[in-house]
C-alpha cells in the first residue's frame, strides 16, 4: 500500500496557514512559496494525466493563475494541496475535453520516468523495466480520465482514499469504485504473467 | 452445494481482485474469493498479478526526475497583483 508521502507536521502547516494568510491579502511572493512548495509534484500528475508535456505547463500555470485569483476563497478547511490539486483536475479534465482526445503519449518522458534501478541491474532486466514500464504508462493512458485519475491519485501519488475522492469531487465510495475498475483494465492490458515476473 | 455457482464466483471473483487485495471486502466475501481462489488457477494467479501491479505502480512517478516548469507562475506575475477572481471564468472550488 503507498504511503502519503507529503509531510504534515504540525509545524509544516502552521507554516502554510500563514503563507495562507498572506497570500489572501495579495502577496504574491508568500502564493508562490506556498504553491510552489507544491508545484512539482502538481505537474507530474498533469503530466500522467494530460500525457503531453506542453499541455501540462499550460495547464500547470492555468492552475497556478486559477488558484491565485481563488486564494481568497480558501478558508483552511480542507489542506492547500487538496485544494489545489482539485483545481488541477478540474483543469486538466477541462483541456482534455477542449481537445476531445485522450493522452496520445505512450511514454512521458521515458528517460525521467524510468522505473528505479533496483538491485537486479542487469541489461536484459533494466529492458524488460522499461518496456514493462512502457506498457503501464500506455496502460493508465487508454484509461478513461476518471479512471486515470484515480490510480494517479492513489496509487501513484500514494494519496489516502480519503484525500484522493476530496480532489476527484466524489466520494469516497464512486472513488473506490473506479479505483478498482481502473486496476482491473490495466491487468488486463499488461496481463497476468508479465505482472507477476515484474514484481518479482 | 452452495450458494453460487463455480461460474457465479469466478465471474465474482474476477471482479473482485483490487478489492480483495486492498482489503476492502467484508469478512463473508473475502472466504468466498478465498475458499474459490484454493481450485481455480486464474483467479490465484489473478491475486498475484494485482499485488505486483500495486507494487510497480508507484515506480512510474520518478520523483527526483521531474520538475515544474520554471514559468510556472509566468501568469500569475502577469496578472498583477489582484488575487480576485474578476476574469469571469469558474472560481476554484469554494468553501475548502
Redesign the interface.
Known amino acids: 500500500m503507498p504511503q502519503p508521502r507529503r509531510p504534515r507536521g504540525p509545524d509544516i502547516l502552521d507554516t502554510e496557514a500563514r503563507l495562507v494568510a498572506r497570500a489572501r491579502t495579495g502577496d504574491m511572493d508568500a502564493f508562490e512559496q506556498l504553491a510552489g512548495s507544491h508545484a512539482d509534484r502538481l505537474f507530474a500528475v498533469l503530466l500522467r494525466l494530460l500525457g503531453n508535456r506542453a499541455e501540462a505547463e499550460d495547464v500547470a500555470q492555468e492552475v497556478m493563475l486559477r488558484a491565485w485569483r481563488g486564494i481568497g476563497h480558501f478558508h483552511g478547511h480542507s489542506l492547500f494541496f487538496t485544494w489545489l490539486y482539485r483545481i488541477a483536475i478540474n483543469e486538466a479534465n477541462r483541456s482534455l475535453e477542449r481537445s476531445s482526445r485522450r493522452p496520445v503519449s505512450v511514454s512521458i518522458d521515458a528517460e525521467a520516468l524510468q522505473v528505479p534501478a533496483s538491485a537486479h541491474d542487469q541489461p536484459s532486466i533494466r529492458l524488460e523495466q522499461t518496456q514493462l514500464h512502457k506498457a503501464l504508462s500506455k496502460a493508465l493512458a487508454d484509461l478513461p480520465p476518471d479512471y486515470r485519475t484515480a490510480i494517479v491519485l492513489r496509487d501513484v501519488e500514494g494519496l489516502s482514499t480519503q484525500e484522493a475522492a476530496q480532489i476527484a469531487g466524489v466520494g469516497q465510495a464512486a472513488f473506490k469504485s473506479r479505483l478498482h475498475q481502473a486496476r482491473l483494465k490495466v491487468r488486463a492490458a499488461i496481463g497476468d504473467e508479465a505482472l507477476i515476473d515484474a514484481g518479482r | 452445494m452452495g450458494l453460487f455457482s463455480r461460474t457465479d464466483d469466478h465471474q465474482w471473483s474476477?471482479?473482485?481482485?483490487?478489492?480483495y487485495v486492498?482489503g476492502?471486502l467484508g469478512r463473508r466475501a473475502r472466504s468466498r474469493l478465498d475458499r474459490h481462489a484454493e481450485d481455480c488457477a486464474d483467479c490465484g494467479?489473478?491475486i498475484?498479478?494485482?499485488?505486483?501491479?500495486?507494487?510497480?505502480?508507484?515506480?512510474?512517478?520518478?520523483?527526483a526526475?521531474?520538475?515544474?516548469?520554471a514559468?510556472?507562475?509566468?501568469?500569475?506575475?502577469s496578472?498583477g497583483?489582484?488575487?480576485?477572481?474578476?476574469?469571469g471564468?469558474p472560481?476554484?472550488?469554494?468553501?475548502?
Open positions: 474476477q471482479q473482485h481482485l483490487s478489492h486492498e476492502d494467479r489473478g498475484r498479478a494485482m499485488r505486483a501491479l500495486l507494487r510497480l505502480i508507484p515506480g512510474l512517478e520518478g520523483p526526475a521531474i520538475r515544474a516548469p514559468g510556472i507562475f509566468d501568469r500569475v506575475r496578472s497583483t489582484d488575487s480576485t477572481n474578476d476574469d471564468t472560481a476554484p472550488p469554494s468553501g475548502a
